[in-house]
């Protein structure tokens, strides 16, 4: 039986429609959600995640806006306005669309935001929040993918996770937060020896590499669920994952499709994220 698919656009739809009931709510108490997005210099990518930012908050009623500064800002320059939005009572998220040119510090940039503030989940204040299990907010993409599994009611506790890749923004804090919901979980990277040993013995398959097609049937447990959280873009334009998904979808039980799998849960995290900045933090 071919695996039952994941539909993260479908999932994403119906988390909106909850949030801008939310919204509506929260906005006759008179408290307006409030994102501001900073994007610096002209990456397609970037520009078009950013578009979609800004559309999605639309959507569900959060303000948004943008604050589009050219490829040659100084660092200093970036830093005095997130030191601005900090102190702005009516910013409530914070969002510095990454990557930035190469002569701005990256982790600087992360650090100097409020972390109370921080809605990609970025700061090490809220890293450290995160693996203690306390409030915070949770990184967008690893948050979308857990909430893809529970709305499938996967189980998570006792499963074997493994991931590939271990960045910041993805392979790492996934890994945490399946671990904080009780499971084993084994990180794969491009130093692993024998990586198809490890993902066959994987429960869940959690594939961020960034090529396309690299993970095929071969690499899969027969009945395992599988979240492809690569986007490529072939050629012919096309968008495609990491896992060959016509042939993962005969041996999976649970798959995500590229495109309107994990892509469209992380602008709805983020969402998420905002709302819970404008409301607090619980201490
Ligand atoms: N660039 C690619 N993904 C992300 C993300 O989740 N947050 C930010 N700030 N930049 C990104």
Known sequence: MPAEIINGKELAQQLKDNMKEEVSKLREEGLIPHLTVVLIGDNPASKSYVKGKKK??????????IIELPESTSEEKLLTIITELNNNPAVHGILVQ????EHIAEQKVIE????NK???GFHPVNIGRMITGKDTFLPCTPFGIVTMLKSKNITIAGQHVVIIGRSNIVG?????LLLN?????TYCHSKTKDLKEFTKMAD?????????NVIN???IKPGAAVIDVGINRLENGSLTGDVDFDEAKDVASYITPVPRGVGPMTITMLLQNTIKAAKGLES
Not at 56 to 65: M, N
Not at 98 to 101: A, N, R, S
Not at 181 to 185: D, L, P, Q, Y
């Open 172 to 176: 790492k804090p996934v890994g945490q």
């Open 217 to 219: 049937a071969a690499y």
């Open 56 to 65: 999605a908050s639309a959507e569900t009623g959060i303000a948004s806006d």
């Open 118 to 120: 921080d809605v990609d």
């Open 112 to 115: 100097h935001i409020d972390p």
């Open 181 to 185: 919901e009780n499971a084993t979980v």
């Open 98 to 101: 990454l990557p930035l040119p």
């Open 204 to 212: 869940i398959l959690i594939v961020a590499v960034g090529k396309p």
